[in-house]
């Protein structure tokens, strides 16, 4: 049995997540910083968006081509913890899944990864994101989970299947090919998304 709170009580549970997400966007940035990540793209400016996914001004700006699987990554980690963890109230899941996006955005950060991107997949300009973009990553991560939270099962899983062929008519890449190609390069694959 639930125990009532009042809105006070509600509050201060909602703010003390927010205050914990908050610190660990800004433990992130600081690793990244000391990683030797941009702060902001080299060029010198922000965007809001860069189309060019195979421009050197990809995953330096706001969003990009790549924005829609980190709210895929949200859309996934929202329904793992909700069967792994349904007892952990929202908050505290909302929490492992940034703590999880924030693993993984410095590991691509990770000068093995941004080697491995450069041979495995169509990505051999890439030299890894800017802080501002990582970060922005983390934030649309937390945008699909939250999605995920208040969307019908049916209407999360069509926008996930909805972003992954977005990216994949506009680009040729997507998330499951990303990590496809991480894990298995497959040359026919490549090919493909170099329009061979």
């Known amino acids: 049995?639930?125990?009532?709170?009042?809105?006070?009580?509600?509050?201060?549970?909602?703010l003390r997540y927010l205050f914990f997400g908050l610190l660990l966007l800004g433990a992130a940035a600081r690793l990244e910083r000391a990683m030797g990540r941009p702060a902001i793209c080299r060029c010198g400016t922000v965007k809001l968006w860069e189309g060019d996914a195979l421009g050197p001004e990809n995953s330096q700006h706001i969003a990009d081509w790549y924005t829609p699987s980190h709210i895929v990554h949200g859309l996934l980690f929202y329904a793992a913890l909700a069967w792994l963890a349904p007892r952990l109230s929202?908050?505290?899941?909302?929490?492992?899944?940034?703590?999880v996006e924030i693993a993984w955005e410095v590991l691509e950060?990770?000068?093995?990864?941004?080697?491995?991107?450069?041979?495995?997949?169509m990505a051999q300009g890439y030299t890894g994101d800017s802080v501002l973009?990582?970060?922005?990553?983390?934030?649309?991560?937390?945008?699909?989970?939250?999605?995920?939270?208040?969307?019908?099962?049916?209407?999360?899983?069509?926008?996930?299947?909805?972003?992954?062929?977005?990216?994949?008519?506009?680009?040729?890449?997507?998330?499951?090919?990303?990590?496809?190609?991480?894990?298995?390069?497959i040359r026919a694959v490549l090919e493909w998304q170099k329009g061979a």
């Not at 049995?1 to 909602?14: D, E, F, K, Q, S």
């Not at 999605?147 to 506009?170: F, K, N, Q, T």
């Open 133 to 185: 973009n990582s970060v922005f990553d983390m934030l649309f991560t937390l945008l699909g989970f939250a999605l995920a939270a208040r969307l019908p099962v049916w209407a999360a899983v069509a926008l996930g299947l909805g972003l992954e062929l977005l990216a994949l008519a506009a680009i040729r890449d997507n998330l499951t090919l990303n990590v496809l190609l991480l894990l298995w390069p």
């Open 90 to 99: 929202l908050g505290a899941r909302a929490l492992i899944a940034l703590g």
């Open 109 to 121: 950060n990770s000068p093995w990864v941004i080697e491995r991107y450069r041979t495995a997949t």
């Open 1 to 14: 049995m639930r125990r009532w709170r009042g809105p006070a009580a509600v509050l201060r549970h909602r």
